[in-house]
């Protein structure tokens, strides 16, 4: 009978470990992972006043790259362009979860990382980036 209550004590105590790392889990692997920016994306298309615009049957490309640092650089192209072959553009950036700013000249733009895409829409123009 000694026995008995030995190995139920012991089990109890078991149960009452486990039932306490289960409770100091940590609550960061249940929520679901955000995806950084950091890196290179382009322009796959956009909206400018309700019509929708193909970059490449524009021939226009543009790449961003979000940088470590809260940089980042974008490079469009264009046959489109009379004065120069490329336009450049440089800022900051910062994310919090899905909500992305992107900064130039003291001005904000808003944008949202959704399903591998990121938005930036200020009203009147829509442009939606995927990573390279």
């Known amino acids: 009978m000694k026995k008995m209550n ?3 004590a012991v ?3 078991m149960i009452m470990v486990l039932t306490l790392a289960a409770g100091c889990g940590n609550n960061a692997a249940d929520e679901p992972k955000v995806e950084s920016v950091v890196g290179k994306w382009s322009v796959v298309s956009a909206t400018l006043q309700s019509e929708e615009l193909d970059p490449k049957t524009l021939g226009l490309a543009i790449a961003m790259e979000f940088k470590d640092d809260g940089s980042f650089d974008l490079v469009a192209t264009s046959s489109m ?3 120069a072959e490329e336009q450049n553009l440089s800022g900051t950036w910062t994310q ?3 909500n992305v700013t992107v900064t130039v000249n003291d001005e904000p733009l808003d944008g949202k990382l959704d399903d591998g895409k990121l938005t930036f829409s200020d009203g009147n123009t829509n442009m939606v980036l995927e990573r390279d």
């Open 11 to 13: 089990l109890a105590a």
């Open 81 to 83: 362009f009379t004065d």
């Open 96 to 98: 919090d979860g899905d």
């Open 6 to 8: 030995r190995v139920i």
